[in-house]
């Protein structure tokens, strides 16, 4: 009585035409056959930076950076010499609630996608009240 396929012994069998193997692939293998991620061009500097105090804060407005891929924008306000990183918004909107009466306030901001763009322009704003 002849041996069903579950009880003969198994072959090693060569594949000789190449073209139709499918090769084994390992994780560093995958690396290198995908397709490498176009490089993101830095974003333009965002515009028309405007600000308003109110009493609970000072909100600041920009344009909306299109097309350009960005995730998020960083807020900074001039502290001595230097500017300092104070929020990073999804949307073209902040409100910077640590401020102080009486006092003068400088605010740039930059937009970030896979690089920062170059700040806007410099905005003071005045916390005086009268």
């Not at 994780?27 to 995908?34: I, R």
């Not at 900074?76 to 006092?103: A, M, Q, S």
Request: charged letters at 30%.
């Amino acid at each position: 009585m002849p041996l069903s396929p579950f009880e003969r012994e198994p072959v090693a069998i060569e594949v000789m035409d190449k073209e139709n193997v499918i090769p084994e692939v390992t994780p560093d293998k995958v690396q290198e056959t995908e397709e490498p991620e176009k490089e993101k061009a830095r974003p333009e500097a965002p515009s028309s930076l405007r600000g308003v105090y109110m009493q609970a804060g000072i909100l600041l407005t920009w344009d909306e950076i299109i097309g350009q891929d960005v995730t998020l924008y960083r807020v900074y306000r001039l502290e001595g010499e230097v500017y300092t990183l104070i929020g990073e918004p999804v949307t073209p909107v902040f409100t910077d609630r640590d401020i102080e009466n009486n006092r003068i306030y400088r605010y740039r901001v930059t937009a970030v996608n896979a690089m920062e763009s170059p700040r806007s322009e410099e905005i003071t704003l005045s916390t005086e009240t009268k």
